[in-house]
Each structure stands twice: as C-alpha cells, then as structure tokens.
C-alpha cells in the first residue's frame, strides 16, 4: 500500500504463523486492525503511515495444506522506543480472521548505520560535481520544485487523506493509493486524485465517491495491489478498473506512461462514450434479436433463455442462471446482464445453447463450436 514515507530509520521484521489458510491482505488487515487503539491514537498504524512515520509493509506468506507462515517487514522513521512498542504490539495478535496466530520479533535493523559509508562517499562526489554551483540557487530550485507541487495538493475528510486540490470541482476521481501517487498524477495534468492511503477503506471515501459521476480506481501493478483493489471495489462502486505496468508502483510511472493509461478514460468521460457499431454483417440477426431483448434486460442483472424461435424458456438471476441450465433443454439463445465466465460457458455448452450474449467476455478456453457475443460488439446499449 502506497503512502507518505518519511526517511527510514529501522527496518522492523516480525515471523508468524498462522493456523489456517489466509493470504497476504488478511495478514496486513490484522496488523492495522488489531493493533488499533491498543497503544493510543498516536501509536496507531494509520496515523503514522499518514504522518510519514510509517512506510509500506511487506508481508511474504508461504502456505501449506492447513497453515500460512511468512515474514512482515515494517519501515519506521521514529524512535527506536516507538518500534519497540509498535513490534511488542503486533506480537500481542492472535488471530487472523478466525484462525490462530503467533507473531515473533526478529530484528530491529538500524538501515541509516548500513547506509551511512555510501551517502558519505556519495556526498564527496555531489560535492565536487557540484562545486560551481551556488547554495542560493540550489536553494530557490528546490523552493522552487516544491512549491509546484505542494500548491496544488489539498487534504480531504476528517482523516486529512491527500488530494489534489481540483478534486473538489471535478465531476470524477481518481483513486490511488498513496501521496506520491497524487503528487506523480499531478506531474501528469490530472489534478483530481485522491490517495485512499491503507488498505482500510476510510469512511469519507465511501461518501465522496457517491458525490462524484465517475470512479475511476489507478492502483499499483504489483500483488499488493490486487488485494487493495479487491478490499476498495468490495465497499465502493468502481467505474473504471486500471493498474500500472506489472510490478511497478503508480508512483514510478513517467508522466506520458500515465496519460497514455488515463487519456482514453478522461477523453470518454469528456465526450461520452462512442455509439456502439455492428462490427460484422453477419452478426444483424443476432444483433436484432439483443437489440429487442436489451432494454428489459440491462441493469436487472437477470439473464434470459429464448428457444429457436426466440420464445423466452426462462427469465432468473444471473446468480441462479448455470443451475437453471442443467434443468433445461431447447435452449438457443442466452442473454445476459453481466460478464461470459468460463463457469457459465460450461454450463451452457452443456445445455446446448448455441449463442451465449453478455456485456463482457471473460478469457475463456474450450469456446469452441459457441458463438460468443457482447451487446457493443451487436450495436447495442
């Protein structure tokens, strides 16, 4: 999880074990919740990393048939005396979620002792490079640098989240994980960000999506990732699912890398989406029957069996559809309000039909013999 870091004082490593399979965000989950409120608001995990004195915490999780073990490393820059009772916290857990656990200390590294003979020998050659350079100048540059970007970030909601300060105004947002994500978006021209900073979903984020016509969600390419945006879609509605490059955080992307992933989405929000077009003439049938069956179907999340003379057979909740299709036979046609999965595809092969028809398809293997079709690639929405 992205957020502001301060510089790195230790590095405290911690084991544990855990008696049942979880995966790496149930593990971060227990180490926020579980340790919140335990040593006081100024020793809560959030509010440091919100305070930069707190960085990201890895956690490597290694499972087998019925336990997960694993390490979690946590960057501090305070005191050694606020690691020690952040490490003695997290080894008071024991449980994650409805299992048993045991966290262990390892180590508190010292990482400026490790670093101190390279930044001195680093520092020499800054140094004579830079000998003809005045302080004065250096200081207005970086007066300078700073201030471009420090003007156009703003804070949003009681936990002082970051943002860019045309977030406000916007009719949408985009949300990313941490402060230098904002700060890289910004270096982009997209001046309506907002950093959700944890994997816990602040409250007021919840209600500011609700404000806004578009929710577009740019989260980091890594594993990390995927679990913050699994916990963000599961408590607010996302239009617009987009990760940076595999492995690489939002905040390394250069500036053209990130308007080459967010220029079609702002471009579609701006002008509105283009009319879908039938993409084959030999799909007009097909494309006529959608067309027909569309406007009683989308946004109920149902979907819809017609026989071969597109006489409905059934009409159920798409929850319920692959069960219904083991019951039934005569079936040609299915529509649906919602995406092709390898789990409906098999189920409909097994039924007979002959042409499955959905918003999305998801990739797919054994497709073979089916017509497959979504209602933009028939002309229709």
Not at 182 to 204: F, H, P, T
Not at 236 to 259: C, H, K, N, S
Not at 354 to 368: D, F, P, Q, Y
């Amino acid at each position: 999880m992205s957020g502001k870091s301060g510089i790195v004082k230790y590095h405290v490593k911690l084991s544990y074990e855990v008696d049942g399979l979880v995966e790496r965000a149930d593990i971060i989950g227990a180490i926020f919740g579980q340790t919140e409120g335990l040593l006081g608001p100024e020793m809560n995990l959030n509010e440091l990393q919100r305070v930069s004195k707190v960085g990201r915490i890895e956690v490597n999780a290694k499972s087998t048939s019925n336990t997960t073990a694993g390490d979690a490393l946590i960057p501090m820059s305070t005191d050694i005396d606020t690691c020690a009772l952040i490490a003695a916290g997290i080894e008071s857990i024991d449980k994650v979620g409805p299992f048993d656990c045991k966290f262990k200390l390892e180590a508190i590294d010292d990482v400026r002792a490790a670093k101190k003979e390279d930044i001195v020998r680093r520092a020499k050659e800054i140094k004579q490079k830079w000998a003809t350079k005045t302080v004065s100048e250096g200081e207005s540059m970086l007066n300078d640098v700073h201030q471009g970007d420090a003007g156009k970030l703003s804070t949003y909601g009681p936990s002082k989240l970051t943002c860019s300060s045309g977030m406000f105004d916007s009719n949408w947002v985009i949300l990313v994980e941490g402060r230098a994500d904002v700060i890289n978006l910004l270096r982009a021209g997209y001046d309506n960000a907002l950093a959700i900073e944890g994997a816990k979903i602040d409250e007021s984020i919840k209600e500011l999506c609700n404000s806004k016509d578009t929710v577009v969600a740019f989260i980091d390419g890594d594993r990390a990732g995927g679990f913050i945006l699994k916990e963000l879609k599961s408590v607010v509605t996302i239009d617009y699912e987009l990760r940076a490059d595999t492995d690489t955080e939002v905040e390394e992307l250069t500036p053209q890398r990130i308007d080459e992933i967010l220029r079609p989405i702002a471009d579609e929000i701006k002008h509105g989406k283009p009319a879908p077009e039938l993409k084959s003439a030999d799909d007009k049938p097909v494309a006529e029957l959608a067309a027909k069956v569309f406007p009683n179907l989308n946004e109920t999340l149902e979907a819809v069996a017609l026989d071969s003379d597109k006489n409905e057979i059934f009409k159920v909740p798409i929850s319920e559809v692959v069960s219904k299709l083991s019951s039934q036979s005569g079936i040609k046609y299915l529509l649906l309000d919602g995406i092709i999965t390898q789990r409906l595809l098999e189920g409909a092969k097994n039924a007979g039909v002959e042409c499955v028809i959905g918003h999305r398809i998801a990739k797919l293997s054994n497709s073979e013999g089916m017509t497959l079709k979504t209602f933009g690639d028939l002309g229709v929405s």
